[in-house]
């Protein structure tokens, strides 16, 4: 998993990042680390995957990921009550 800042991808950085075995890209999980470390609290990033990192046709709609992701909301609620 490859966390960036960088919300449109640069052409041709993905199929770079694909040959190092990068599997997916996500924006938020260094922000929430770094926010937790500076405050001396516990963070946990659950990443579920909507999109293919290569195929760019591959990819989920939005009512799919409206109905689909409740099982990985519910799993991040669990840890949260635990």
Known sequence: MFSSDVFYNLPGKDMEWAKMGVLGVEMEAAALYCNAAAAGKKALCICSVT????NKDEIMSVEDRQLSLTQMIEVALDIAEA
Request: proline fraction near 0%.
């Open 51 to 54: 999109d293919h990192f290569v």
